[in-house]
């Protein structure tokens, strides 16, 4: 009868402290998380910042937070966070246990290692009693979007031709400053006359600032990128590091182009995030056009839209009728007898033409 007795009180204790600790554990509980930015380029290390309050009387046993994120993000974690890894996505979990009215926020280091645009939508909630036979679970939504850029290679990075595509840039350009063409803001110099002083952006950054002038006569370059591998290469790429690799080429140019106060257009044949047809940008100065064209590259896509010998009769068609010509350089694994074809073209119209392929990491055209 005394152990009868000890069973059912025992049983009974169980369910009262079900429902104080366990039913009401996940009511008034907030949960936070996000980037320390919106967009970086790949291989930038990023700080994600997780922030979670109880804000009941009653202290929650434990917590738990799971959240599906891209496998390309690589998370330098401590003991309070576990992580199951796969090809494309990983699954992290967050465990915390809180005392009443408390507030916990979590830093996580996370290096971002792959080109793309990111969308995290929820994250699955799960709390319990202190012997953990009650649990309960919820979905949050915690809409977080991160763009990662292509990376930015270091010159000894790049094909030694990139530097004859600089050179030609820069001597295709007059000496003389155009009075009347501002394309940004530079550090003061000694010889800068007062009234060139930019006062806003001074009182900005805390130190003498100058209006950046363009020259009289500038390049304008077009950026074009072949996402096909090879000319028998039609649908999905089979070799997306080669691809990334050209990518951070574009991006290199691009970041060359608009550090230096040029012109720079973007073009490529492949499928985009937000649109099933070609992509052309024009060219035009300034770092937020630059960041419009980061943007683009983000949003590409691993599949071919047309082919390339396509794209640049296109683009030959479109240069017979302007007077203003281009300098093309033209990032590509091959060049077939057909685009070359098309390049010729370009060339009669008097636009220049570099070629720039794609290497592997030891230096070798694919």
């Not at 691993?302 to 683009?315: F, I, S, T, V």
Request: proline share 4%; with cysteine; charged share 25%.
């Amino acid at each position: 009868m005394d152990l009868l007795w000890f069973i059912v009180v025992g049983l009974l204790l169980i369910l009262v402290e079900q429902a104080i600790f366990g039913v009401p554990v996940l009511r008034r509980v907030t949960y936070s998380r996000e980037f320390e930015k919106e967009r970086c380029y790949a291989g930038d290390q990023l700080v994600m910042t997780e922030k979670i309050a109880n804000e009941k009387r009653l202290p929650i046993p434990w917590l738990r937070l799971e959240a599906m994120m891209p496998a390309s993000f690589s998370f330098q974690t401590g003991e309070e966070m576990g992580i199951s890894k796969g090809n494309i996505y990983q699954n992290h979990q967050s465990v915390f246990t809180m005392r009443p009215f408390t507030k916990i926020s979590r830093r996580h280091f996370v290096v971002c290692q792959k080109r793309g645009v990111y969308q995290m939508e929820t994250v699955t909630m799960t709390g319990g009693d202190l012997f953990n036979i009650y649990s309960t679970s919820q979905k949050l939504p915690v809409s977080i979007a991160l763009t990662v850029y292509p990376a930015i290679l270091s010159d000894h990075e790049m094909p030694s031709n990139f530097e004859v595509w600089q050179g030609e840039l820069e001597v295709s350009r007059w000496i003389v400053e155009d009075p009347f063409l501002i394309v940004g803001v530079r550090p003061y110099g000694e010889s800068d006359p007062m009234n060139r002083i930019h006062w806003s952006a001074t009182a900005r950054t805390g130190d003498l600032q100058v209006f950046k002038q363009g020259f009289s006569s500038d390049p304008q370059t077009m950026i074009l990128f072949n996402i096909q591998e090879s000319e028998e290469m039609w649908s999905v790429v089979t070799r997306p590091e080669l691809v990334e690799r050209g990518l951070s080429y574009a991006a290199t140019a691009v970041s060359y182009a608009a550090g230096r106060g040029l012109k720079a257009g973007f073009a490529h044949n492949a499928y985009s995030e937000k649109a099933d047809t070609s992509v052309r940008i024009e060219a035009d100065y300034g770092s937020v056009h630059a960041e419009y064209i980061m943007q683009t590259m983000a949003e590409v896509q691993l599949k071919c839209l047309m082919p390339m010998e396509q794209m640049l009769r296109d683009e030959a068609d479109r240069q017979e009728d302007e007077e203003r010509k281009l300098d093309y350089l033209l990032i590509t694994a091959y060049v077939s007898q057909a685009m070359e074809t098309q390049l010729a073209r370009l060339r009669t119209a008097g636009n220049r033409i570099t070629v720039l392929f794609i290497e592997d990491k030891e230096g070798r055209n694919e």
